[in-house]
């Protein structure tokens, strides 16, 4: 407390005010006033204080940044009583209190505030604040981020008077309602939509909602993605691979033509000529003298290499295409490749199949056979199998062939491996032409490979 008269000299002070002016009472009282101020400020604060007091404009309580005349600032809370003595010489009272360190903690707030508005402003993300209603309903934005403002094309202004339906397109409402009462039950939930802008662009966004009380108030945060850019890469690769299994169809495709013509064209040339070759020999060998023996034994000899050429272009043509699939079809087929393989590894077949023909497409029977080729090459190879079962039936209008076979059994890593090449190109071959192939493992039991394919 201080007590000054009308030309501002102390009167009197209290020990509080020596202590907070770092002053003894000695050095204050009958002095001016701005005894306490910094020489450099004191002749301002004399002329200051003089003017107030006498138009009477000095504030009944300001706070006033001062620096002390040992060069310390300080934050001065300061209240004025007018004063008057029997007298009547007026003398004012003013009361002080040191508030540097709550103006201190105020700055730091201030600042925190300000760094945390910046890192609010330049998210990446549009981050938006709405109240949560009982009615799942968001009410008006209360708070955007600059970005939000920026990507919407709307001021923050005109968001404030805005909700968050005003900027999705009303057929997307549903989706938006559906994940704000998901977050009745739960405190976030994150989906993908769409932004309207103020031009009526749209943008695809991910939404990530998270619900929780601010001020008593249950609110929502909205941290919204561009994902303009992974749409549009998810769109290039789409394309891409579907290119790609267009290409790897149409490669199977001409391979499948190319072998058949091969097959045709090395069993109808090749083996007509060596069957032509045989019975011109023999009638050669016919028409020699009996003292020509020698010649005669020669020839027939050959006879012998030409029935094993005739045999290997049988083979090889069937290797490349068995002609019975095209002649007496899938089931056939199926049975006549069943044989060859219990022939050549030893392994049992037992086959059932369909009595009734197959009624599918030559590009299906060729995919369904290829894939039961495979299937038996990894039997033999893979499996350690002593025996495999072959059903063909008809259901519905689906053809189904299963293979099993009492092998060690597939194993979920390899079945879904990148590297399991054969298995990908089986199943490629059924999901181009519209079926599906499923394919499970028992460890020590075998294998269970299950083709579908669409009849019509
Ligand atoms: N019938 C089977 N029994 C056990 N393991 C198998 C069987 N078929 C395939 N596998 C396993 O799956 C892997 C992938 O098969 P596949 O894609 O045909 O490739 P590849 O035959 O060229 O190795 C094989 O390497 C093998 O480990
Ligand atoms: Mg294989």
């Known amino acids: 407390m201080r007590l000054v008269d009308m030309q501002g000299r102390i009167v009197a002070c209290s020990d509080a005010y020596c202590t907070l002016t770092g002053l003894p009472r ?58 008057a003595r029997k007298d009547s010489e007026a003398y004012l009272w003013s009361s002080f ?13 201030r600042d925190n505030e300000k760094r945390l508005r910046l890192l609010f402003d330049r998210a990446a993300d549009a981050i938006f604040l709405t109240p949560f209603s009982e009615d799942f309903r968001p009410g008006a934005f209360i708070e955007v981020n600059d970005t939000a403002s920026k990507r919407l094309l709307y001021s923050k202004e005109e968001l404030s008077r805005l909700t968050p339906y005003s900027v999705i397109p009303a057929k997307l409402y549903e989706k938006l309602n559906q994940a704000l009462k998901k977050l009745h039950t739960e405190a976030t939930a994150v989906f993908q939509l ?30 919204v993605r561009d994902i303009t850019q992974r749409k549009q890469v998810e769109k290039r690769l ?37 069957t032509v070759l045989k019975i011109q020999l023999s009638l050669t060998a016919n028409k020699l003298l009996p003292e020509q023996q020698e010649i005669k034994t020669r020839i027939k000899s050959t006879y012998g290499l030409l029935d094993n050429a005739v045999e290997a272009v049988q083979r090889i043509s069937a290797k490349l295409r068995p002609g019975i699939l095209d002649e007496l079809g899938l089931a056939a087929a199926v049975e006549w490749q069943a044989q060859d393989f219990e022939k050549h590894t030893g392994i049992h077949c037992k086959c059932s199949l369909l009595s009734e023909p197959v ?19 990894n039997a033999a190879r893979h499996a350690d199998a002593d025996r495999v079962s072959i059903f063909l039936k008809n259901r519905n209008d689906k053809m189904i062939l299963e293979i099993i076979d009492n092998g060690c059994g597939i194993n979920k890593t390899q079945i879904n491996s990148p590297k399991s090449l054969g298995i990908l190109g089986m199943r490629e071959r059924v999901v181009v032409l519209g079926g599906s192939m499923e394919i499970n493992g028992v460890p020590g039991k075998g294998t269970h490979i299950k083709v579908t394919m669409p009849r019509k």
Do not use: C
């Not at 002095?31 to 404009?57: C, D, W």
């Not at 209190?97 to 707030?109: G, N």
């Not at 009624?359 to 090459?377: D, H, P």
């Open 238 to 274: 789409k394309e891409t691979s579907s290119q790609l299994r267009d290409l790897a169809s149409r490669i199977q495709t001409v391979r499948e033509e190319e072998r058949t013509m091969i097959a045709r064209e090395i069993h109808d040339e090749l083996g007509q000529v060596l």
């Open 97 to 109: 209190r040191d508030i540097s360190k709550i103006k201190r903690t105020q700055k730091i707030r």
């Open 194 to 223: 769409q932004l309207l802008r103020k031009d009526k662009r749209r943008i695809p966004v991910e939404i990530s909602l998270r619900r929780f009380k601010l001020d008593h108030q249950e609110t929502i945060v909205w941290v």
């Open 359 to 377: 009624s599918l497409s030559a590009e299906k029977s060729t995919a369904v056979f290829r894939i039961f080729q495979e299937a038996l090459t």
């Open 26 to 83: 000695e050095e204050l009282v009958g002095q001016t006033l701005t005894v306490v101020y910094h020489p450099n400020a004191r002749e301002q604060m004399l002329h200051i204080f003089k003017k107030g007091l006498q138009s009477g404009s000095l504030p009944e309580a300001e706070q006033l940044k001062l620096r002390l005349w040992d060069g310390r600032k300080i934050w001065l809370d300061i209240r004025h009583t007018h004063f």
